[in-house]
Every structure is written in C-alpha cells, then in structure tokens.
C-alpha cells in the first residue's frame, strides 16, 4: 500500500498493542498525536490507560517505563525530540542500560524508547539535533535508524519483542514521504543491514535521512558509468559489518554518511571497524560525509548549507575513486 | 504492634546492625569493595517499612541500601558474597554495594545516581495499579527509598506530581538524616520538612523520628493501608542518624560525633530492646540471643561468602544483552 514513514510507525504501535496487552505508549501529547501525527487513532482505539499522556518531565517517564517493563508491561516511552532525551540520560544508560548486567541477569528492561532527529525544519540547534552516536557508546542498549517507512515498522515490531532497551531514532523529514509499503508488515531482524543497490565502483554506508541521499548521488553518477553500493545499516548496535565488509571486499572503496557532525560521529566507528576487518581490501581511505563541527543554525540558508546531501555523497565517492592506489 | 511483630523488628534490626558492622571491618581488610555506605542508625526504617510488604510488593533503593534488601529478605551469604564481588552474590558479584537486586524477595533494583529510582517505582507502581483493573484482589505496592538529598533532584519533583496525578500505589520513603553526602540539609534547602513539600499534590505524608522503630511501624502501617486500598500515593519522612560517614573511608570532619551517652539512648536497636522488654514483647535474654544470633549469622556469611567462586569475563561477557 502507498503510505507514509509517519503512517507506518502508528500503524506498527497499533497491532503490537492489538497483538500484546502489556504493550503501552506512553509520552508527551501522545493521545493527540504528537507533533508529527505518529499516535493519532490510538487512543481510540485502546484507551488512556495504554495511551498515556505524561507531563513534561523527560527523566521520570523515562524511568516510569523501566520500572514499568521491570514489572511486566512492554512500554513505548516517546521522547518528544532527541534533543529531548539530554533530560533522560541517567535513567537511559545507568538505569535502563546496565539492569540486565549489574543484576546479574535476574532484570531485563524489555522498553522501546521512540525519538526522532534530524535537521532541516528550520527548528535551530535545540531541536534538530542528531545524537545517535552517544547511544551507541552505552553497552546494553539497542539502537536503530531506520530510514524507510518498511523498515520503521518492522524494526519497531522487532523492538517491541526484543528482551533489551532499543532505542528507535526516526527522523522527522521522512515522516511525510510517500512510500510503498506491504499490507503486512514482517518484523525486521535487528543488527542485519539492508542492501538498498547493489554496485561494484564503490560502498557507501549511510544513516537515516542520507539513505536517500546516498541513493539519489548514485542515480547520478550511475549516468557517469559509476555503481554505487548503498548499504543501510538500519541498526547501529549492534552493528552488521559483515555485510559491509563484504560489500567493501566487492567494491574496495568506502564512504560513510550521516547528517550527525563527523567527530565522534557513527562514520567513525564504521570507518574503524572497516578498517580493521578489510584493510587489505580497502583502495583508498574511507571518506566521511557528515555535518561540520558547529550547532545546527536556525537561517534558512545557513541550515541549508549546513546539511550534507547527495551532492556531498557524490563528491566523496569520487575522492575515494580518485584517490584509488590500484 | 505485637510481640511475634515486635521480635521479628528486633531480629531483622540487628541483622542488619551486625551485617553492617562487619561490612565496615571488612571493608578496611580490603575484602568488600568500592564505595560501600553503611546504613547504621537506620535499621529501624528498613526493617518496620519492608517488614510490612510482601515479595511481590516491590522496593527500590538508593546508594544506601544494605538495609533494605536485608530487610525486604534478601539472604545474608548472597548479600555479603556480593559485596565482595563474588559469584555467589545475588547479582552474581556483577552489581556491588550500589547496586543491590534481590528480584526473588522484590527488591528490584537500588542506583548509585541520587534520586534515579525514584521513578522506576512510579513505574512499576503503574503495572501493579494496571493489574488492578483486570485482577480481582489485586493490591500490589511499590516502596522508594531515598535520602534528604534526593528530594533536591529533578526526578524527585517530577515523580511526586506523576504519582499523585495517576494515583499510583507507591509510597516515598525519606531518610532524612539531615546530611546529603558531606553537606548538611540547610545547605541545601530552606525547607526543613520534606513531607511539608507534598501538601499541593494531595498526597497523604507524615514525619517520624526513626530511631522509634515501632513509631515508623504505626506510621507506616496507617500509609500503607491507604495506598494498599488505592488512595493514591503516600511519602513517608524518617528522621535518623547516620553514624558512619557518607561511605566507609569518610573522614566525616564536616560534623561532630555524636556523644556516646546520646547514641546510647537514640540508637534504634537498643531504643526497641528497652521498648520491648517495658511492653514485654521479649526479655533481656531473648534480647541477647537475638543479638548473639544475628552476629553468628553474619559470621556464617562471611565464611560462606569467602568460598565463592570469583566470576568470569565469561560471565560478563554474557549479561550485556538478552538476546
């Protein structure tokens, strides 16, 4: 069916908690949808109980939700904005992270924590943040990114399930994206990359919103007789780098993309675990396509010239065909 | 109160006092490890609060929570074997001092974060309060307990006004001992009485002097009966002493100790010893054969917890995640 990414992820939350009872939403403004439309209908449908609205308060409804999936339910906290979820940390990776472990096994936090990030709203650097990569350093949480409205349902029924705290970053310049969609939609595997276009010049590794991106520059340099490979990882942790080593092994040359500033960023870490697993595979060093290292400006232009796009993703494959030893 | 209530109080105060006692005598032989916070002067909130739940009633804790979990039926071995980060521990030597879960008995977690649990019993109060409507007889509690200076943390003001807005069962345990780590409270706060801070929520509070073992009984039985029936939530304020430093190796230069002859007549283990013995609950040679017990129990802990086994990288390797 034709659907939105937006659609699809309210569509996901109503037949887990059609399918499970323990399943809960809880968040800011969820009964009246939120600002992005994400759980309209559902309050409807099951209630206040399970649709819960919560005051502003970050940190307790985080924890309300760990306490809670230690108790029995499966709740679905929404954090507003992942600029939002600075207010949480404590409950998210002392408490959330580290139950199963420093318990010995005897808890698991079986929650999904919903976020979405991403710029180009002109909403200014408190509200169009990508933090994904500070999740990704906390041993015992999940993390995923999905980039398709497909994969953004899937991947949220996987998380639902799964026994550990996933964090679900969305990105909310895709939630209105027109997609086609199966009626029924599989959960999907979490730590297994997708394979959106095969091709044999060059990989590039991209996140979220630069998934598009990355496959828009290889339509274009396709025209230019080059193929590009464009993996989505879709989770970070844990991380599939057999596919992309693999892939890399075909292409000998990487680019990595995410509209997060490089420093610290996911880029880094695939670019070092490439590096590692397939060095000798590697023609040319792994370029980074990311967001320069400054908050996100709220001008027009500026934002516009802050994000990294196709254009990027196209210049840095040529760089790395350019820069090829062989 | 009665005699079996008041002679189970004075068992589980002393075999939390015995068990704290030793844990500091070990913590100078090296032999517990990391920060370790004793809860002595204490042992009357834990043990008239936990005393009074169930094991499905659920607690949670802070950095401060021997007591706590002994009390809520934690096994003295296990508890020590944790302490010295062994495998026999009740987290497997993999949670420490700061970090005690018993799920067996519901103590579901403590945190090293001040204020961090807070929340997570607001949580679980809401399961419990979710089951309600769907089981007949089903009155489940969740017990937070926390020092004075959680109450300065956002978590706390946040959880207060969402437990009284959903009506949760939980009640909010304050130790104030008039000291959040080095500090004392007027340093922190103008508000001398943290049960003066719920009045606008509506919810239920009382101030009692913790040494009085029994007083926190009372009190805490009038709250918790209220919540058990689904008034809502309650908090709980327990004034008491914490005769060792914020942790052991405090040098604890920031108060002067208090006299001898003062503890003497506000210790809570020997307050209920001279209470119960006027009420004649027990007699000075139940009294001692209490203590003796407790003392011989502890020591039987340590040695037991002296052969576990250390645990094995293996071991936290597999524990990060579930599947």
């Given at each position: ?89 404590d409950q998210l990776v002392n408490m959330a992270a580290k139950a199963r472990f420093m318990s010995g096994g005897q808890l698991s936090v079986p929650m999904v924590l919903r976020t979405q990030g991403g710029a180009g709203q002109r909403a200014g650097a408190q509200h169009s943040q990508s933090l994904e990569s500070w999740l990704c350093h906390v041993p015992g949480l999940k993390v995923v990114m999905p980039s398709r409205a ?177 | ?323």
């Amino acid at each position: 069916m034709r659907t939105t990414y937006a659609k699809a992820v309210g569509r996901a939350l109503g037949e887990a908690m059609r399918a499970d009872e323990r399943v809960l939403v809880i968040g800011e403004d969820v009964s009246a949808g939120g600002p992005f439309t994400i759980t309209s209908g559902l309050v409807e449908e099951f209630g206040a109980d399970r649709v819960r609205d919560t005051p502003i308060s970050e940190a307790a409804i985080t924890g309300i939700a760990i306490g809670a999936a230690q108790s029995g339910l499966r709740p679905v906290l929404e954090i507003m904005y992942i600029d939002f979820l600075t207010l949480a940390l404590d409950q998210l990776v002392n408490m959330a992270a580290k139950a199963r472990f420093m318990s010995g096994g005897q808890l698991s936090v079986p929650m999904v924590l919903r976020t979405q990030g991403g710029a180009g709203q002109r909403a200014g650097a408190q509200h169009s943040q990508s933090l994904e990569s500070w999740l990704c350093h906390v041993p015992g949480l999940k993390v995923v990114m999905p980039s398709r409205a497909v994969d953004a349902a899937g991947l949220l029924a996987a998380a639902i399930a799964d026994p550990d705290p996933v964090v679900v970053v969305e990105n909310k310049t895709l939630y209105f994206r027109a997609e086609e969609v199966p009626d029924v939609v599989a959960p999907a595997p979490i730590g297994r990359a997708a394979v959106l276009r095969p091709g044999r010049d060059a990989t590039v590794v991209a996140l979220s919103r630069m998934v598009h991106e990355a496959l828009t520059a290889a339509d274009e340099l396709a025209r230019d007789g080059i193929e590009v490979e464009v993996i989505d990882p879709r989770t970070l942790v844990p991380l599939d780098l057999d596919t992309i080593a693999d892939s890399v092994a075909r292409t000998n040359h990487l680019v990595v993309a995410h509209e997060a500033v490089g420093t610290g960023g996911f880029g880094a870490e695939v670019a070092a675990a490439v590096g590692h697993a397939a060095f000798d595979d590697l023609d040319a060093p792994v370029e980074r396509v990311a967001a320069p290292f400054r908050p996100i400006p709220v001008s027009p232009g500026l934002e516009d010239a802050h994000l990294p796009g196709a254009a990027e993703v196209r210049a840095a494959v040529l760089t790395v065909l350019n820069r090829s030893v062989r | 109160m009665n005699a079996e209530q008041a002679r189970s109080l004075l068992r589980t105060m002393w075999r939390i006092r015995a068990f704290e006692e030793r844990v500091g005598r070990l913590k100078r032989s090296d032999e517990v490890h990391g920060l370790i916070h004793l809860s002595t002067g204490g042992e009357g909130v834990a043990a008239a609060v936990c005393g009074q739940l169930r094991d499905g009633d659920v607690v949670y804790s802070g950095h401060r929570a021997h007591g706590h979990v002994i009390a809520k039926g934690a096994p003295l071995p296990e508890t020590m074997a944790e302490l010295m980060g062994r495998a026999g521990g009740l987290c497997r030597g993999m949670g420490g001092s700061m970090h005690l879960v018993d799920v067996a008995h519901g103590m579901l977690g403590a945190t090293g974060v001040v204020g961090g649990t807070v929340p997570a019993a607001l949580g679980s109060a809401l399961a419990a309060r979710m089951r309600r409507e769907s089981t007949e007889g089903e009155d489940t509690v969740s017990v937070v307990f926390f020092g004075d200076g959680a109450v300065q943390a956002g978590t706390f003001a946040e959880s207060v006004n969402i437990a009284a807005l959903w009506r949760l069962p939980v009640v909010l345990v304050c130790e104030n001992n008039g000291f959040a780590e080095f500090t004392p409270r007027s340093a922190h706060t103008p508000v001398e009485r943290v049960s003066d801070l719920v009045a606008p929520w509506g919810i239920t509070a009382a101030t009692v002097d913790g040494n009085d073992a029994v007083a926190v009984w009372e009190e805490f039985a009038r709250l918790l009966a209220g919540v058990r029936a689904g008034d809502g939530p309650a908090l709980l304020e327990a004034l008491t002493h914490r005769l060792r430093g914020h942790y052991e190796g405090d040098p604890d230069r920031y108060r002067d100790a208090i006299a001898t002859e003062e503890w003497q007549q506000r210790d809570p283990v020997l307050r209920l010893e001279r209470t119960g013995i006027a009420h004649g609950w027990f007699d000075t040679d139940e009294a001692k054969a209490v203590r003796e017990a407790a003392h011989a129990e502890v020591e039987d802990a340590v040695t037991w917890a002296r052969e576990s086994p250390w645990p094995t990288p293996e071991l936290a390797a597999s524990l990060v995640y579930g599947s």
